[in-house]
């Protein structure tokens, strides 16, 4: 009996670990896409768009920390956390911290009960506040600024992963942009087709290597763009 008694109550925590690790483990990213994308905009900095049903996502996280009651600061996380799990299944517009003009503009939100757990809502709620914050921001904008100022042949090559094979004046994985450059000087066409259709064996150091074929990732337009700037930076 007492043996009985000892594996019931281990199964029990067992199972009780399980359900804590899974808990714990919850993607508040990736819930937050598949959650919450199709309304709000999850860019940061933002996007705006004349036709959306919902206000973009770091909008919502900066109005609702900014507007949450707290009596200390180390608060202030804590209870936006715990106003959006109340605020996403019971919305009122008096909860809301909307005002009028936003309240007109988008309306209520519906209720989400039953489409979305409250452990779900835990994982999210931590993701935007820890992920929409005025540092993270800053730092996005500095960011976009910098590849605003990149003439559109890097700024692409930065985009679509270039670098991660390939340096402008270092062989890595791939021959630096200079070598590139060097070889085909200004004719962009074999370097077209290679960005397109994939190649190896085109260099003595590389043969190898593959380059992969990215012609259903990138454009021909921007494709074209980025052999450009190779041979002419």
């Known amino acids: 009996m007492k043996k009985s008694v000892l ?82 299944v019971n919305p009122s517009v008096e909860k809301s911290f909307c005002d009028k003009e936003s309240l007109k503009a988008y309306g209520l939100m519906p209720s989400q009960k039953g489409k979305v757990t409250q452990d ?25 600024r910098k590849l605003d100022m990149m003439p559109k ?20 994985v791939g021959p630096s942009f200079a070598s590139i450059a060097k070889k085909y000087k200004n004719d962009t066409t074999v370097m077209q087709e290679s960005i397109a259709n994939g190649s190896s064996k085109k260099y003595k150091n590389f043969r190898g290597v593959l380059m992969p074929a990215f012609k259903d990732k990138i454009s021909k337009e921007d494709i074209k763009t980025i052999s450009e700037w190779i041979v002419k930076r």
């Open 153 to 172: 042949g890097q700024r692409l090559a930065l985009q679509n992963n270039c670098l991660t094979c390939h340096r402008v004046d270092k062989d890595l």
């Open 120 to 144: 779900e809502l835990q994982a999210i709620a931590e993701y935007i506040f820890s992920h929409y914050t005025p540092k993270n921001l800053q730092e996005a904008q500095a960011i976009q």
């Open 7 to 88: 594996y019931s109550l281990v199964v029990l925590f067992m199972f009780g670990c399980q359900d804590n690790d899974k808990h714990l483990n919850l993607d508040g990213e990736k819930l937050l896409k598949q959650k919450c994308s199709s309304c709000h905009n999850l860019d940061l900095p933002p996007k705006t768009f004349e036709n959306e049903v919902a206000p973009p996502m770091m909008a919502v996280a900066f109005h609702v920390s900014d507007f949450i009651k707290v009596n200390q600061e180390d608060e202030r996380v804590v209870k936006s956390i715990a106003f959006v799990k109340d605020y996403v």
